[in-house]
């Protein structure tokens, strides 16, 4: 069974940095542009960049800039560095990719899939 896991949200002052990390495990053969997404208070849940495999990265055209994604295949694991942070970051990260994976019988199953969510504030 393929599980997402975030870490490093927390609370931070404006202007700091906080780096997030999603990790995905299980029989996994393939992951397809993992990225990172956020949803605030009362708000839409909003893409905020994305690394398709062998493609150009996407951001919000907002965080460019202040925001950097990245992965490690060897590890099944991307990262969202992010820097300057302004108290309207504050959100739930969720990490986000579609997966194929090994099943013990059967075919190999595609799909996407959703880490739990880490909470990032950001203070004044």
């Known amino acids: 069974q393929v599980q997402l896991v975030e870490s490093g949200g927390g609370l931070v002052q404006a202007g700091g940095s906080l780096r997030l990390s999603c990790i995905a495990s299980?029989?996994?053969?393939?992951?397809?542009?993992p990225g990172w997404y956020r949803q605030a208070p009362g708000k839409q849940r909003e893409l905020v960049a994305s690394?398709?495999?062998?493609?150009?990265?996407n951001y919000a055209d907002s965080l460019k800039g202040r925001f950097s994604i990245s992965r490690d295949n060897a590890k099944n694991t991307w990262y969202l560095q992010m820097n300057d942070l302004k108290p309207e970051d504050t959100a739930v990260y969720y990490c986000?990719?579609?997966?194929?994976?090994?099943?013990?019988?059967?075919?190999?199953?595609?799909?996407?899939?959703w880490g739990q969510g880490t909470q990032v504030t950001v203070s004044l």
């Open positions: 690394i398709p495999t062998g493609g150009t990265t």
């Open positions: 986000n990719a579609v997966i194929t994976a090994r099943q013990k019988f059967g075919p190999r199953i595609m799909d996407n899939y």
């Open positions: 299980g029989s996994i053969v393939n992951i397809d542009n």
